[in-house]
């Protein structure tokens, strides 16, 4: 194929690292996959919600006559139970902000819904939902940080609860995290070189291709059972337990496909309570979707203004950095206070920094609510960080790959995995190898200097690198729950079952956790199935995000297939009379099963299936095996881009014809699927740098593109560079502490591109921008010397 | 929020005229209550989106009389011929580059293969592809009601943002403009956020080439104005003259003086006015290169 | 609720033909997922924008979720679950996007190999470039593209290879 990926070698795995085709591959090539907004059961009612018009009002009265009269069942706030709670379970209660109700009497954001209907037919339900009439009183509102923190503002909140405690909120400051090492001040003034700038990221949305659905069933004992876009389902099954004054067992969540994440699933997204409310009032089934204007009036990615100072010496060694950001989170804080830890964590993990000052302030504003995006926060610091150190290399007259050899944290150096909390020692790091090799691979040396750039079209290269964690384990309980529970099962045929919580979001989780097993297991990876999954059939997993579904889920998986695997060799060694300590399994690629054996002794071998079986006829049981497991380590996956960009300077248009995208996975256990990553974050991260962003009419609140993908712009294949033109590689590292070597990718992938557009723009044309996304209005404009805003001056 | 992008919950009678005739008497008797629906990929968003309500709407998308594709002495293009078909239609004539790319631009294949040169107009959105390069054909529609038959000029079709001269009673037929002479050639140029969207602004140039003098030249432009515009007082400053660097410039300069763009979601109004330019320049170097074979 | 606005319609839909009654509002898109239980074809803006809603009406391209159902009364319609090989397996375009990795949420793919089998179909040798414009109405958020382009380039050389038996048709017999 050409591709270095596909050249992956499997070190000394038989079924890791090899290319496999995805297990739920037939299904979505086929149409067959069913995703929540494809279910369907009968006597199922279709939903509607109510939205508020206003981005900052009180609900007077609501009267549903109306919608009653033409056959729909209706829910107000009054008929929801009226606790407080954030939407995403993974922190501790006592860390957890809780200012969310199922459906609200204040709405602080235009589309917070107030009401909801469910009838035979969507379009009934559509009719019903805009019979209902709402008395509102508008209250002002605020769509900037900056002035919503000001004296005057409108006050959002007045308190809200942190853990089960009242919390009253001041200046719309959701809340405020500083974290520090050293002496900031005694480092400044070591410094040689002083660089402070302002960066700003936009405001993304993340335009994952499914819309939010949920169905839920109410079950005659008073239970529920659900189908939604989840991303955990343990946490909206403790979640919906508690709203709803449910026992644990009597609801069942189901794992249900989703057409794409990328962190707006994290938490239990607002139509599934309302859902679940709707299907207990109504004793029917009930499904809602979301429209495409509803889900990004939802959701969107944190932005952050961040304004960063690194003090270096004469020889490139960073003595100290400082990082302050504001983050723009809208109406509600669903998880603001882990992504100011995290952002402080990538700050402190990039580059070396005896000194170091990290404030960040999460700030309420009346508009869509942000959540965690690939990335959370990384991409931003990443962003801040990298084009700061194209600044600082440009002052000291350093190549930017060496000023960046110099400074990065590596190996043997402690890594914040989510912030102050979550720290481990870094024991494998390809970095070097990818900006050595990368470099090579992108023409670093010819990439020319701006001022030597003529003519309409000009090219320029850039290099942006980071990481992310690979999950949130840590020796220590902490701020952030981290756990998977796995089970593993041998079939009486020989297959293997595997079950977990873990959901794929299409980077190939679930396909990677049973190649997992299957090494373990010494089996054939077509014969790993892996199991359907809800809350009632597997152990608690906290939830698929950070980056945790190979490392954190495949090694749990790893540890109950090392449990099963130690019941099924206690079984072979009664029927082959070998210790079972001596006894290996290995799968017989001719015969395509896996076959337990004693390595030398030609006559001791025998079946998987044989052992199984005889072990079911003998009854001496199953060998199955459950285990919860918590990782003890959170290892950096690094990553690296460069980037070429070409630059139309007559129209501003900038396109991407080359780029080379490198991670550090440790052994990679599907490199197709990761390869596919990279490829999908350098499209997303380019989108981030050049296109993406949403933004609010201040008369009215709303999103100026209305929510509809017409005016919220994505990339498509004819924008994207060549299939040649895009190389993939992986570092050859091995991380001992991960399931068979392997780290994480998935948000890796994303995390530097943005940097690595921006200081390729710098290369093009000798033009720094501070704010993303740079459009070609901000390109013109900066190059005609047009006032601007977001070009930093020379 | 009254927009759901997921159903249409207006109220309508479909009907399906089986000749133009019937379907000019329906829209006589209904008027302002009906649309009639060709391709539909504007009107349905339209409707979803709560802008526009017909009561009735006419589906002329079977009607053969409006998808005649001719070529002669004049061009013709029926109002209801999918783009699908009219472009490899224009490619095969060889001559009309400008129009063929404007389609082409249109994006996506599953909007080409239903959507018409007529739907386009009858939209009468400013933004819209077809108009400039047509306004440069010196186009003309042929416009049909139940009573009579009118010839409408296309540079005087559009009056406003979404406002054409066209009366509730009429239909479009079909767009019709001259055949090329030798020399003459044109171009389209386009700019969008994405490689599939609306436009942020364009520019269509016709001109017609005798060695190094241009003998006729025609420039219009989309999306910097409440309609699609005609550059005349640009055009006049290289009718008749010699073609050099100079002139190219002060035409540009024109064009852009000649254009009244304003901030939108798509870019900002000093963008629309810079671009306008290059736009310009890049498809007059196109179409006079081209007015040479 | 019946009125005497409601229309009965007939769609072939993959080679079976339906009857349906179908209010004149009523989109494609909902008509084949709803009354048809073909979920294969997604609703994902609604504005014609993404194409995920791609379906074929007489053989060409177009947008279920801006298409009326009453406007597709006598035409044939094929959506993803009329794709197969000649023997019923798997159309060389599916093998290939599960070879070249062109999957990941899935939620595209459908929109996807109708567009790529267009595409072929028109043009058995197209160049990168072309392939990448005749699915540029279909977006995707996860592949960045590449796994695609790559899963067509290898469809197309399969498919023009000179065949052993006959060349995969890509719609199911009718019944």
């Given at each position: 194929m050409g591709n270095e990926a596909r050249q992956m070698?499997?070190?000394?795995?038989?079924?890791?690292g090899t290319v496999t085709r995805r297990k739920d591959g037939l299904a979505k090539v086929t149409g067959t996959e069913t995703y929540a907004s494809d279910m369907e059961l009968p006597y199922m009612l279709h939903a509607r919600v109510l939205r508020s018009p206003y981005p900052h009002a009180r609900v007077v009265s609501i009267d549903t006559s109306e919608a009653e009269r033409m056959g729909a069942i209706c829910i107000t706030p009054?008929?929801?139970?009226?606790i407080r709670y954030?939407?995403?379970?993974?922190?501790?209660p006592v860390k957890t902000y809780r200012d969310r109700?199922?459906?609200?009497?204040?709405?602080?954001?235009?589309?917070?819904?107030v009401a909801a209907v469910a009838a035979r037919t969507e379009a009934l339900a559509e009719r019903a939902m805009r019979a209902i009439k709402v008395e509102w009183e508008e209250l002002p509102a605020v769509f900037d940080v900056h002035k919503a923190m000001a004296e005057d503002a409108p006050q959002i909140y007045e308190n809200v609860l942190l853990g089960d405690a009242e919390l009253p909120v001041e200046h719309n400051i959701a809340c405020f995290r500083q974290v520090s090492v050293g002496d900031v001040a005694v480092g400044f003034d070591e410094a040689d070189l002083i660089v402070e700038r302002e960066y700003q990221t936009g405001r993304v949305y993340?335009?994952?291709m499914e819309p939010k659905a949920a169905m839920c069933r109410p079950l005659a004992d008073g239970g529920i059972e659900l189908w939604a876009t989840l991303q955990s389902i343990h946490n909206t099954l403790q979640l919906l337990g508690r709203i709803f004054a449910l026992?644990?067992?009597?609801i069942r969540v189901h794992r249900s496909s989703i057409g794409g994440a990328f962190g707006s699933s994290i938490q239990m997204n607002t139509p599934v309570a309302i859902c679940v409310a709707l299907a207990l009032k109504a004793r029917k089934p009930v499904k809602i979707v979301l429209t495409r204007e509803e889900d990004m009036y939802d959701h969107c990615k944190y932005p952050a203004e961040i304004r960063l100072k690194y003090g270096v010496k004469h020889?490139?060694?960073?003595v100290a950095g400082e990082l302050k950001t504001l983050v723009?989170?809208?109406?509600?804080?669903?998880?603001a206070y882990p992504l100011l830890g995290c952002m402080s964590g990538w700050f402190v993990s990039l580059y070396r920094m005896p000194h170091m000052n990290f404030e960040g302030t999460a700030v309420y504003t009346n508009k869509t609510p942000a959540c965690a995006m690939q990335g959370y926060g990384n991409p931003d610091v990443s962003f801040a960080v990298e084009s700061h150190m194209d600044i600082i290399a440009e002052k000291l007259e350093m190549d930017p790959i060496e000023l960046r050899i110099k400074n990065y944290v590596g190996l043997g150096e402690e890594f914040w995995g989510q912030g102050p909390t979550v720290r481990s020692i870094i024991r494998s790091c390809g970095v070097e190898e990818m900006l050595r090799k990368g470099a090579t691979m992108i023409g670093w040396d010819q990439r020319g200097r701006p001022e030597d750039k003529t003519g309409r079209y000009r090219r320029g290269i850039g290099v942006g690198r980071t990481f992310h964690t690979s999950?949130?384990?840590?020796a220590m309980p902490g701020e952030v729950i981290d756990y998977s529970t796995a089970m593993v099962k041998v079939n009486e045929d020989g297959s293997v079952d595997m079950s977990t919580a873990l959901m794929c979001h299409g980077g190939g989780t679930l396909d990677a956790c049973a190649k997992l097993v299957a090494e373990e297991m010494g089996v054939?990876?077509?014969?790993v199935g892996v199991s359907p999954a809800s809350t009632t059939d597997t152990g608690y997993?906290?939830?698929?995000?950070?980056?945790?579904?190979?490392y954190c889920g495949g090694g749990s998986a790893v540890e109950a297939a090392k449990s099963a695997k130690a019941v099924l060799l206690d079984f072979a060694s009664r029927l082959i009379?070998?210790?079972?300590?001596?006894l290996q399994i290995a799968p017989d690629p001719e015969t395509g099963e896996g076959v337990i054996f004693l390595e030398?002794?030609?006559?001791k071998r025998i079946t998987v299936r044989e052992v199984a079986k005889a072990a079911q006829l003998k009854g001496w049981g199953t060998a199955i095996a459950v285990e919860s497991h918590r990782m003890v380590n959170c290892p950096p996956c690094f990553v690296t881009n460069f980037v070429e960009v070409e630059v139309d300077?007559?129209?501003g248009e900038v396109r991407v014809p080359r780029a080379v995208c490198a991670v550090d996975?440790?052994?990679?256990?599907n490199p197709d699927l990761a390869a596919g990553q990279l490829e999908g974050g350098l499209c997303r991260g380019i989108g981030q740098a050049l296109l993406e962003d949403t933004e609010y009419d201040?008369?009215?609140?709303?999103l100026t593109c209305g929510g509809m993908y017409i005016d919220y712009k994505l990339y498509t294949a004819e924008d994207m560079a060549s299939v040649d033109d895009v190389k993939v590689f992986f570092a050859d590292t091995y991380e001992?502490?991960?399931?068979?070597g392997a780290k994480g990718i998935g948000e890796a992938a994303n995390n530097a591109v943005a940097a690595a557009v921006m200081n390729a723009l710098e290369n093009a044309l000798g033009i720094r921008f501070q704010?993303?996304?740079?459009?070609p209005d901000m390109i013109l404009a900066a190059i005609h010397g047009w006032?601007?805003?977001g070009v930093l001056p020379a | 929020m009254t927009v759901n992008t997921r159903v249409l919950i207006n109220d309508f009678q479909y009907l399906v005229p089986a000749s133009l005739d019937e379907a000019l008497r329906s829209l006589d008797r209904y008027r302002e209550d009906a649309e009639v629906l060709a391709g539909g990929t504007d009107l349905i968003i339209q409707m979803k989106l709560g802008r526009r309500s017909p009561k009735i709407l006419i589906d002329i998308?079977?009607?053969?009389?409006?998808k005649r594709l001719e070529a002669g002495e004049k061009i013709l293009i029926g109002a209801g011929r999918r783009y699908m078909d009219v472009l490899p239609y224009l490619r095969g004539l060889g001559r009309y580059h400008g129009l063929a790319e404007a389609i082409d631009s249109i994006g996506k294949l599953q909007v080409l293969s239903v959507a018409t040169v007529g739907g386009n107009l009858g939209?009468?959105?400013?933004?819209?592809?077809?108009p400039p390069p047509l306004i440069t054909y010196g186009a003309r529609v042929r416009v049909m009601s139940a009573h009579m038959e009118r010839v409408i000029p296309l540079h005087e079709?559009?009056?406003?943002?979404?406002?054409?001269?066209?009366?509730?009673?009429?239909?479009?037929?079909d767009v019709e403009f001259d055949a090329f002479p030798d020399g003459r050639a044109s171009a389209f140029q386009k700019l969008t956020?994405?490689?599939?969207?609306?436009?942020?602004v364009t520019c269509a140039v016709t001109v017609e080439r005798d060695g190094e003098t241009c003998t006729q030249c025609r420039i219009a432009l989309g999306a910097v104005g409440p309609t699609p515009l005609r550059a005349r007082a640009a055009e006049a400053v290289l009718e008749g003259q010699t073609v050099d660097a100079h002139a190219v410039d002060e035409c540009a300069r024109l064009v852009v003086e000649s254009i009244s763009p304003i901030d939108d979601i798509r870019c900002s109004e000093m963008y629309r006015r810079e671009a306008a330019g290059v736009l310009f320049k890049d498809a007059f170097e196109t179409a006079w290169e081209r007015a040479t074979c | 609720m019946l009125t005497s606005c409601t229309n009965a319609i007939i769609l072939t839909v993959n080679g079976d033909e339906h009857m349906l009654v179908v209010e004149?509002?009523?989109?494609l898109i909902n008509v084949l997922r709803?009354?048809?239980?073909?979920?294969?074809?997604?609703?994902?803006?609604?504005?014609?924008?993404?194409?995920?809603?791609t379906v074929l009406i007489d053989g060409e391209p177009a947008l279920a979720?801006?298409?009326?159902?009453?406007?597709?009364?006598g035409k044939a319609i094929v959506t993803?679950?009329?794709?197969?090989?000649?023997?019923?397996?798997?159309h060389p375009i599916q093998d290939e996007f599960l070879n070249e990795n062109a999957?990941?949420?899935?939620?595209c793919t459908p929109g996807m190999i109708l567009m790529a089998g267009d595409l072929l179909k028109r043009?058995?040798?197209?160049t990168e470039d072309e392939i990448r414009h005749h699915i540029k109405g279909n977006i995707c958020r996860?592949?960045?593209?590449n796994g695609i382009v790559r899963a067509i380039q290898h469809a197309a050389a399969r498919m023009t290879e000179?065949?052993?038996?006959d060349e995969p048709e890509l719609v199911k017999e009718a019944r």
């Amino acid at each position: 194929m050409g591709n270095e990926a596909r050249q992956m070698t499997a070190r000394e795995f038989t079924t890791v690292g090899t290319v496999t085709r995805r297990k739920d591959g037939l299904a979505k090539v086929t149409g067959t996959e069913t995703y929540a907004s494809d279910m369907e059961l009968p006597y199922m009612l279709h939903a509607r919600v109510l939205r508020s018009p206003y981005p900052h009002a009180r609900v007077v009265s609501i009267d549903t006559s109306e919608a009653e009269r033409m056959g729909a069942i209706c829910i107000t706030p009054d008929d929801v139970p009226d606790i407080r709670y954030n939407e995403r379970q993974v922190s501790v209660p006592v860390k957890t902000y809780r200012d969310r109700t199922v459906l609200p009497w204040v709405v602080r954001q235009v589309g917070e819904g107030v009401a909801a209907v469910a009838a035979r037919t969507e379009a009934l339900a559509e009719r019903a939902m805009r019979a209902i009439k709402v008395e509102w009183e508008e209250l002002p509102a605020v769509f900037d940080v900056h002035k919503a923190m000001a004296e005057d503002a409108p006050q959002i909140y007045e308190n809200v609860l942190l853990g089960d405690a009242e919390l009253p909120v001041e200046h719309n400051i959701a809340c405020f995290r500083q974290v520090s090492v050293g002496d900031v001040a005694v480092g400044f003034d070591e410094a040689d070189l002083i660089v402070e700038r302002e960066y700003q990221t936009g405001r993304v949305y993340h335009a994952q291709m499914e819309p939010k659905a949920a169905m839920c069933r109410p079950l005659a004992d008073g239970g529920i059972e659900l189908w939604a876009t989840l991303q955990s389902i343990h946490n909206t099954l403790q979640l919906l337990g508690r709203i709803f004054a449910l026992p644990l067992s009597k609801i069942r969540v189901h794992r249900s496909s989703i057409g794409g994440a990328f962190g707006s699933s994290i938490q239990m997204n607002t139509p599934v309570a309302i859902c679940v409310a709707l299907a207990l009032k109504a004793r029917k089934p009930v499904k809602i979707v979301l429209t495409r204007e509803e889900d990004m009036y939802d959701h969107c990615k944190y932005p952050a203004e961040i304004r960063l100072k690194y003090g270096v010496k004469h020889d490139g060694t960073i003595v100290a950095g400082e990082l302050k950001t504001l983050v723009d989170i809208g109406a509600h804080n669903i998880q603001a206070y882990p992504l100011l830890g995290c952002m402080s964590g990538w700050f402190v993990s990039l580059y070396r920094m005896p000194h170091m000052n990290f404030e960040g302030t999460a700030v309420y504003t009346n508009k869509t609510p942000a959540c965690a995006m690939q990335g959370y926060g990384n991409p931003d610091v990443s962003f801040a960080v990298e084009s700061h150190m194209d600044i600082i290399a440009e002052k000291l007259e350093m190549d930017p790959i060496e000023l960046r050899i110099k400074n990065y944290v590596g190996l043997g150096e402690e890594f914040w995995g989510q912030g102050p909390t979550v720290r481990s020692i870094i024991r494998s790091c390809g970095v070097e190898e990818m900006l050595r090799k990368g470099a090579t691979m992108i023409g670093w040396d010819q990439r020319g200097r701006p001022e030597d750039k003529t003519g309409r079209y000009r090219r320029g290269i850039g290099v942006g690198r980071t990481f992310h964690t690979s999950g949130t384990g840590a020796a220590m309980p902490g701020e952030v729950i981290d756990y998977s529970t796995a089970m593993v099962k041998v079939n009486e045929d020989g297959s293997v079952d595997m079950s977990t919580a873990l959901m794929c979001h299409g980077g190939g989780t679930l396909d990677a956790c049973a190649k997992l097993v299957a090494e373990e297991m010494g089996v054939p990876f077509d014969l790993v199935g892996v199991s359907p999954a809800s809350t009632t059939d597997t152990g608690y997993d906290v939830c698929t995000h950070a980056t945790r579904g190979v490392y954190c889920g495949g090694g749990s998986a790893v540890e109950a297939a090392k449990s099963a695997k130690a019941v099924l060799l206690d079984f072979a060694s009664r029927l082959i009379e070998v210790n079972p300590e001596a006894l290996q399994i290995a799968p017989d690629p001719e015969t395509g099963e896996g076959v337990i054996f004693l390595e030398g002794a030609a006559d001791k071998r025998i079946t998987v299936r044989e052992v199984a079986k005889a072990a079911q006829l003998k009854g001496w049981g199953t060998a199955i095996a459950v285990e919860s497991h918590r990782m003890v380590n959170c290892p950096p996956c690094f990553v690296t881009n460069f980037v070429e960009v070409e630059v139309d300077t007559c129209t501003g248009e900038v396109r991407v014809p080359r780029a080379v995208c490198a991670v550090d996975a440790g052994t990679v256990v599907n490199p197709d699927l990761a390869a596919g990553q990279l490829e999908g974050g350098l499209c997303r991260g380019i989108g981030q740098a050049l296109l993406e962003d949403t933004e609010y009419d201040p008369r009215t609140g709303e999103l100026t593109c209305g929510g509809m993908y017409i005016d919220y712009k994505l990339y498509t294949a004819e924008d994207m560079a060549s299939v040649d033109d895009v190389k993939v590689f992986f570092a050859d590292t091995y991380e001992p502490s991960g399931p068979f070597g392997a780290k994480g990718i998935g948000e890796a992938a994303n995390n530097a591109v943005a940097a690595a557009v921006m200081n390729a723009l710098e290369n093009a044309l000798g033009i720094r921008f501070q704010f993303i996304p740079i459009t070609p209005d901000m390109i013109l404009a900066a190059i005609h010397g047009w006032a601007c805003e977001g070009v930093l001056p020379a | 929020m009254t927009v759901n992008t997921r159903v249409l919950i207006n109220d309508f009678q479909y009907l399906v005229p089986a000749s133009l005739d019937e379907a000019l008497r329906s829209l006589d008797r209904y008027r302002e209550d009906a649309e009639v629906l060709a391709g539909g990929t504007d009107l349905i968003i339209q409707m979803k989106l709560g802008r526009r309500s017909p009561k009735i709407l006419i589906d002329i998308s079977k009607l053969e009389e409006l998808k005649r594709l001719e070529a002669g002495e004049k061009i013709l293009i029926g109002a209801g011929r999918r783009y699908m078909d009219v472009l490899p239609y224009l490619r095969g004539l060889g001559r009309y580059h400008g129009l063929a790319e404007a389609i082409d631009s249109i994006g996506k294949l599953q909007v080409l293969s239903v959507a018409t040169v007529g739907g386009n107009l009858g939209n009468g959105s400013p933004a819209a592809d077809t108009p400039p390069p047509l306004i440069t054909y010196g186009a003309r529609v042929r416009v049909m009601s139940a009573h009579m038959e009118r010839v409408i000029p296309l540079h005087e079709f559009h009056t406003g943002p979404g406002v054409i001269v066209l009366a509730p009673n009429e239909i479009i037929v079909d767009v019709e403009f001259d055949a090329f002479p030798d020399g003459r050639a044109s171009a389209f140029q386009k700019l969008t956020r994405v490689a599939s969207d609306i436009s942020k602004v364009t520019c269509a140039v016709t001109v017609e080439r005798d060695g190094e003098t241009c003998t006729q030249c025609r420039i219009a432009l989309g999306a910097v104005g409440p309609t699609p515009l005609r550059a005349r007082a640009a055009e006049a400053v290289l009718e008749g003259q010699t073609v050099d660097a100079h002139a190219v410039d002060e035409c540009a300069r024109l064009v852009v003086e000649s254009i009244s763009p304003i901030d939108d979601i798509r870019c900002s109004e000093m963008y629309r006015r810079e671009a306008a330019g290059v736009l310009f320049k890049d498809a007059f170097e196109t179409a006079w290169e081209r007015a040479t074979c | 609720m019946l009125t005497s606005c409601t229309n009965a319609i007939i769609l072939t839909v993959n080679g079976d033909e339906h009857m349906l009654v179908v209010e004149p509002n009523e989109l494609l898109i909902n008509v084949l997922r709803n009354e048809l239980g073909l979920t294969g074809s997604k609703y994902g803006c609604g504005t014609g924008q993404c194409g995920a809603c791609t379906v074929l009406i007489d053989g060409e391209p177009a947008l279920a979720c801006v298409t009326l159902a009453v406007a597709c009364d006598g035409k044939a319609i094929v959506t993803i679950e009329g794709i197969a090989g000649a023997d019923g397996g798997l159309h060389p375009i599916q093998d290939e996007f599960l070879n070249e990795n062109a999957v990941q949420c899935g939620f595209c793919t459908p929109g996807m190999i109708l567009m790529a089998g267009d595409l072929l179909k028109r043009n058995p040798h197209p160049t990168e470039d072309e392939i990448r414009h005749h699915i540029k109405g279909n977006i995707c958020r996860c592949t960045g593209y590449n796994g695609i382009v790559r899963a067509i380039q290898h469809a197309a050389a399969r498919m023009t290879e000179p065949p052993e038996v006959d060349e995969p048709e890509l719609v199911k017999e009718a019944r």
